[in-house]
């Protein structure tokens, strides 16, 4: 089973029209410091968050025990620019889990988290040939790809900057996502973390990138389970 928190914005449109018109500076700086500091505390409790759309936030959480997310909450009132929604969801996948949500915090026999992170090769050189906004293009491309395919196995794809693309996917489908993203992208490498913790799954997925660029080639698929 998979466990999510959904943190939600109330009222965020009313919020960002009280602004006034010159406004998208402090609205993005309001989104980011609000991150970091959310990203930060579920790091803390060994989860991860990623914006949805900015008014909303996931969190991977699985085995994390529920309670943690709901004292973060509570903590980060006073950095949310409107009163914070919080839900938990559960399902088969994450994408069920995205739509099966709860006011209550419940707990579930939760999987491990299993994370796919992608790292494009030769990406600096590409910067060099054709410039920052072809390689804007390029990007937007694969992760497109990448979350079609990872949409269907019910994962949830997440945009980390620069040349990087992480998803979150259920256990038992992520050797077939993994099949396929293969035959769609090519001169890449692929990290795959496994863990009780999402955190966790992230750094193994990071360390199993490392040991990818020690090879000739610079790719492939390894997987590294706590």
């Known amino acids: 089973m998979i466990k999510i928190g959904l943190i939600h914005f109330k009222n965020y449109e009313n919020w960002i029209k009280s602004l ?52 973060i909450v509570v903590k980060l009132r006073s950095k949310a620019p409107t009163e914070m929604l919080l839900y938990f969801g559960f399902g088969e996948t994450y994408v069920d889990a995205l739509k099966n949500l709860y006011e209550t915090a419940n707990e579930c026999e939760a999987e491990k988290t299993v994370v796919t992170h992608v790292d494009l090769n030769g990406y600096n050189e590409l910067i060099s040939k054709k410039g920052f906004y072809y390689v804007k293009q390029i990007i937007n491309e694969i992760f497109s790809v990448i979350e079609k395919i990872s949409s269907g196995y019910g994962g949830l794809s997440y945009y980390a900057g620069g040349d990087n693309i992480i998803t979150f996917i259920p256990f038992k489908y992520v050797s077939s996502f993994l099949e396929q993203i293969e035959k769609e992208i090519d001169n890449a490498k692929i990290g795959v973390g496994i863990a009780q913790k999402p955190r966790e799954a992230l750094k193994l997925a ?21």
């Not at 006034?20 to 989104?31: I, M, P, S, V």
């Not at 025990?65 to 709901?70: A, G, N, P, R, T």
């Not at 990071?206 to 706590?226: D, F, I, N, S």
Request: hydrophobic share 40%; net charge negative; aromatic share 10%.
């Open 20 to 71: 006034g018109y010159d406004r998208e500076w402090f609205l993005q700086a309001t989104q980011a410091e609000f991150y970091k500091n959310l990203v930060t505390e579920c790091a803390a409790i060994g989860a991860f968050s990623f914006p949805l759309t900015h008014d909303s936030y996931v969190v991977i959480l699985n085995t994390v025990v529920s309670e943690e997310l709901q004292k």
């Open 206 to 226: 990071a360390k199993a990138l490392e040991l990818l660029r020690q090879r000739p080639l610079h790719r492939g698929v390894m997987t590294l389970e706590e």
